[in-house]
């Protein structure tokens, strides 16, 4: 714990005076006895080593960070301040700003939480994989791919802007073939691409054996194709969504589902070469459902305006039908089930307020720092 603490306090130095920012070096077998500091993010990642983390400070007064590559090779774990500016008000967001951040098949078994990303790739190609990666309390404005086995992402929030998509799409994909993946209690205004080929996207895009659950997607396009004995359990779909009863999907199942149309899926369906749907409910609009639903309507889709988005409250209004409506009688959406609910604020002790002094106390020879820290629950 001394190490952690030891680790707050140099990011409130670094982060609300003139001086570098730093980055925070912590040798996985030494552990609470090394660390190391860094000015720069390159110099960190070159110089360490597989299982250790990198505390990545709040980008105040920066435009974030550059990395001179944008594939990360090495498992490590990567540990910011939170990805929203509305969360670090004194640090500002943890900001790693390529345009595209790829975790090739080297850095299987990272973990990233509470840092921002444009656009975000698991894992490099059909050969090249990352899998037992963990992508947690992150932001993501554009596309996040999954070229990976057993990842997991959780407590994300995940939306579109024109303005960092190189791609023709952005979105959530799976790519051939990720297997044993579990996305949830994640906000998505992006849709999601769960499919193998349609429209403009070119690329084979597969899930199997995976779990979407808990999730509150405000996106239109959703599409489930091409799935194997995947699960969609306790999500809200805000948006036009596209379910294929089709021999593509195999065994695919939605439960305790809420979408703002119809049912997308023919009910009373059995054949478990055909989507099977149990317990889902339609005609959920966005202004009876959501607490913080006010004037922004249809610009939650695509807006390119964060502060829209994170402003909102997104809880589940209590006389709505998807206050008990998931497979616990709870909440369904990205509030729900027993896992740690929606919040991009990373676990660790993050910094609310700071205030230091520019003058030295004469008496103590001192410099005075008044601090209000507070540790995210999981």
């Known amino acids: ?104 098949k080297n850095a299987a078994g990272s973990t990233v939480e509470g840092i921002r990303f444009y656009q975000l790739q698991i894992g490099k190609n059909t050969t090249n994989k990352c899998d037992n990666f963990i992508l947690k309390r992150c932001v993501f404005r554009g596309m996040l791919n999954i070229f990976g086995n057993n990842c997991t992402v959780t407590g994300c929030l995940g939306y579109n802007t024109s303005t960092y998509t190189k791609n023709s799409y952005a979105g959530v994909s799976g790519q051939e073939v990720s297997e044993n993946c579990l996305i949830t209690n994640n906000i998505f205004v992006v849709p999601i691409y769960i499919k193998k080929k349609y429209s403009r996207v070119a690329e084979i895009v597969y899930f199997k054996n995976s779990t979407f659950s808990y999730n509150t997607l405000f996106a239109n396009n959703l599409l489930i194709y091409g799935t194997q004995n995947c699960t969609s359990n306790n999500n809200i779909f805000f948006g036009y969504c596209r379910m294929f009863d089709s021999s593509l999907n195999t065994y695919l199942r939605v439960n305790n589902c809420a979408f703002s149309g119809g049912l997308p899926f023919t009910v009373g369906q059995t054949n478990p070469q055909k989507t099977i749907g149990r317990d889902c409910i339609s005609g959920q609009s966005i202004a009876a459902t959501i607490v913080g639903y006010n004037s922004w309507g249809a610009n939650v889709y695509f807006s390119d305006t964060e502060d829209i988005i994170t402003r909102q409250d997104f809880h589940i209004k209590a006389s709505s039908p998807c206050k008990h409506a998931a497979t616990d009688s709870r909440e369904i959406g990205a509030y729900g089930g027993i896992l740690e609910a929606y919040k991009p604020i990373p676990f660790y002790s993050h910094i609310e307020q700071a205030t230091i002094g520019f003058w030295i106390e004469q008496a103590t020879d001192k410099v005075n720092l008044k601090a209000k820290v507070s540790a995210q629950s999981r």
């Open 1 to 104: 714990m001394k190490q952690l603490y030891f680790s707050v306090l140099l990011l409130i130095i670094a982060t609300t005076t003139n001086a570098q920012v730093q980055f925070l070096l912590q040798n996985r077998t030494k552990g609470v006895g090394y660390t190391k500091v860094y000015y720069d993010i390159n110099d960190a990642y070159t110089n360490a080593q597989t299982g250790d983390t990198i505390y990545v400070p709040g980008a105040k007064n920066t435009m974030g960070f550059t990395l001179n590559n944008n594939e990360i090779d090495k498992k490590l774990h990567w540990i910011g301040v939170g990805a929203l500016r509305a969360d670090t008000p004194v640090t500002a967001p943890s900001l790693i700003n390529n345009e595209l951040v790829i975790f090739t």
